[in-house]
């Protein structure tokens, strides 16, 4: 691919929209807004009341609070939708270019509004992490977003929770072979956890901040837990983590820990504000109380959790209890196309109750979508306001073509007489209408298009990769379909596998290698 560094590309001194949302979901839009910026930084804005000049309207750009990255999508790797454990079991990665996946991914976001993203990298290969966390980190600057890099560390239960040899009953004598292989060749957590500073002293920058990714609890041995919340606090990093994700999780780490799994994490020490947690749909009452006096983060990531068969997270509950939450993809958005805009109006809808008045409130929804979202992203709380000072990291969108003949009146007449725009946005709004994309005061897309380069060229190479990675590999998919199944046979069963007669230590391996 041929791309331009986003070091390389000019700053964009001034910016003009129709309409400026400075502080969505709580300020009316500045018409004739003009944004001057500096040092990747806003410096002044201005504007007037009269009619829009133009049928576009700004706001602060999107975040996306927990992400993997893909570049060829999960459905064409045998990931097709189910419940989580058969998901992950089906789920292949093929051995492609990292800095060409991940390129293709962030700039699928930057297309769709997205200027900042958690990216939980999926790769377990720890003798190519660090080569890996180069080729991401090098996408990211040609994109030209925010990526909050999560190094991956897990070291046990790769298959199912709980002794792994369980498994084997249910697959065939070759599956057998080589579940048993890659169990004995598990790498050592240790080497997993020292990567991460290493990683960082190498690849750390304003736009690109590096976090200790333990993939899970029930995927992470206790000691392992307690060495990234030592390493944590030494370091001052941010760690990045999911959380009672799916019912047979909640089911399997309730057993294991009878004090409660939440509980276990802050006796180690690993609640603290430089926490996020993704999903926590299963999370309790006294759990989320927990969770909000320490000061973490949820990533809720609602599309991924219906695909799934997750649950809906508890959100009200994330409220009622003063527990921050923001918004994210996964990977999975509703259809598959990274569109912030269609995943956050699904959110809205999904969380917003019952009653006469809104339990989500557009107010609350942009607090979350956009300031507690990039709290996951290096655990400041001052985004989402556009105002001097604040970071230039801004997405606008075509108005006018997300009104056009909906409205009965004319969506540029005088502000009083005009449909709130925060309501329009919310309701119409996808990444089909997002034209430009600054981010630290650089542009990142132009009219639509990425800055840096070709999407539909970058999306063929890929294809080509990861064709040939199949055609080497027959019977990789196949593979795949058997451990699925095999995984959902255990869990029928097992009972969904309660988990009583499982250690907190046991069946450690590195995970299917496909």
């Known amino acids: 691919m041929t791309e331009r560094p986003m070091t390389e590309r000019p700053m964009t001194g001034r910016l003009s929209a129709g309409r400026l949302l400075a502080e969505p979901g709580r300020a009316p839009a500045l018409r004739n807004a003009e944004v001057t910026m500096a040092g990747g930084r806003i410096a002044g804005i201005a504007g007037s009341g009269a009619a829009p000049r133009d049928g576009r309207i700004a706001l602060p750009a999107a975040v996306n609070a927990h992400d993997h990255g893909y570049g060829v999508l999960p459905l064409a790797l045998g990931g097709c939708d189910d419940a989580l454990e058969c998901w992950i079991a089906s789920f292949l990665r093929l051995p492609l270019d990292p800095r060409l996946e991940a390129a293709l991914a962030f700039g699928r976001m930057a297309l769709s509004g997205i200027g900042a993203t958690v990216h939980c990298h999926n790769s377990l290969a720890v003798d190519r992490l660090e080569s890996e966390a180069d080729g991401v980190a090098r996408a990211a600057a040609e994109v030209g977003i925010r990526v909050a890099f999560s190094c991956p560390v897990r070291d046990r239960n790769p298959w ?249 009146g004319d969506p540029d007449e005088a502000a009083d007489e005009a449909p709130d725009e925060t309501e329009v946005l919310l309701t119409w709004a996808h990444g089909g209408h997002v034209r430009d994309l600054v981010v630290a005061g650089r542009p990142v897309v132009t009219a639509g298009r990425l800055a840096a380069f070709d999407l539909p060229g970058l999306e063929r190479e890929l294809a080509r990769q990861a064709r040939r990675a199949a055609a080497a590999d027959p019977g990789r998919f196949a593979r795949g379909r058997r451990r699925r199944e095999a995984v959902r046979a255990y869990y029928a069963d097992s009972g969904a596998n309660s988990g009583a007669d499982s250690g907190p230590d046991s069946g450690a391996g590195a995970g299917p290698s496909g």
Do not use: K
């Not at 004598?173 to 956890?193: G, K, T």
């Open 160 to 408: 199912i929770y709980g002794d792994q040899r369980d498994l084997l009953p249910y697959l065939d004598a070759a599956d057998r072979a080589a579940m048993e292989a890659a169990l004995a060749a598990a790498a050592p957590a240790h080497r997993q956890v020292e990567q991460v500073e290493e990683i960082a002293a190498a690849h750390e920058s304003e736009l690109f901040q590096v976090q200790y990714g333990p993939v899970g609890p029930q995927w992470c041995r206790d000691d392992t837990l307690a060495r990234i919340a030592e390493a944590s606090a030494l370091h001052g990093r941010r760690v990045h983590m999911h959380l009672l994700e799916s019912p047979r999780q909640r089911r399997w780490l309730d057993a294991t820990y009878p004090q409660g799994i939440v509980r276990f994490l802050d006796d180690i020490g690993l609640l603290s504000p430089r926490l996020t947690v993704a999903h926590g749909v299963h999370l309790t009452e006294d759990e989320c109380a927990l969770l909000a006096e320490r000061g973490i983060t949820v990533a809720v990531n609602t599309s991924s959790n219906l695909r799934m068969r997750s649950g809906l997270a508890p959100v009200a509950r994330f409220m009622q209890h003063g527990l921050r939450f923001g918004f994210g993809l996964d990977g999975a958005a509703h259809d598959d196309d990274q569109d912030w805009f269609r995943d956050l109006r699904l959110a809205r809808r999904v969380h917003n109750g019952t009653g006469l008045e809104p339990a989500l409130p557009p107010a609350r929804l942009f607090d979350a979508a956009l300031r507690d979202g990039f709290r996951a992203i290096d655990g400041s709380g001052d985004y989402g306001i556009l105002e001097p000072g604040a970071r230039a990291d801004i997405v606008v969108l075509d108005y006018g073509a997300m009104t056009g003949g909906r409205l009965l």
